[in-house]
């Protein structure tokens, strides 16, 4: 259930970022197909557009009028993304508990994450701070998904 907490962690900082994590280990053959719509996550085409989406909404959240992650759609959106996520990386027969630990730390990691960007931006500003919390967000959600990725072999 860790991995399912780690990507409500990653959700909570960005809402697409889980879905593309996943389709990325789907992809791989690191999880299992099994969920609802995951098959579609083999198809290259949906599989290239939820990382395109993560990426708009990265290069978005430099932007000056970038809504905060705590208005009531974008919790809707990391809400759904992590619970779909947490289940995906949940092990069998716990999917359910899996998703409602992810929606439920994206949650409140978006309020945590959101006063701590807002401290930093005072600091720093808002397109250094948005590129490290990026990097940090995009390697977390590729390692929580797919762990291989950082085993040592």
């Known amino acids: 259930m860790l991995r399912s907490f780690l990507m409500g962690l990653v959700a ?22 099994d969920l609802p719509l995951q098959s579609l996550l083999l198809n290259p085409l949906i599989a290239a557009g939820t990382a395109a989406l993560a990426a708009a909404e990265m290069a978005g ?18 809400s759904i993304t992590a619970a ?17 630990i992810a929606a439920a730390t994206a949650l409140t990691a978006s309020y945590i994450g959101w006063r701590l960007r807002c401290t930093a931006m ?10 490290i919390e990026d990097a940090i967000v995009f390697g977390s959600g590729l390692a929580v998904a797919k762990p291989s990725l950082i085993k040592a072999e």
Do not use: H, N
Not at 12 to 33: D, E, M, N, V
Not at 89 to 98: C, E, F, I, K
């Open 12 to 33: 909570g900082q960005r809402g697409i970022t889980p879905l593309a994590a996943i389709a990325t280990a789907t992809r791989s053959g690191s999880l299992p197909t």
């Open 61 to 78: 959240d430099k932007m000056k009028t970038a809504p905060d992650r705590i208005e009531p759609v974008g919790l809707a959106v990391r």
């Open 84 to 100: 779909y996520a947490g289940a995906a990386v949940a092990p069998r027969g716990r999917r359910m508990l899996g998703g409602a």
């Open 122 to 131: 005072g600091r720093y500003g808002q397109t250094v701070t948005g590129f």
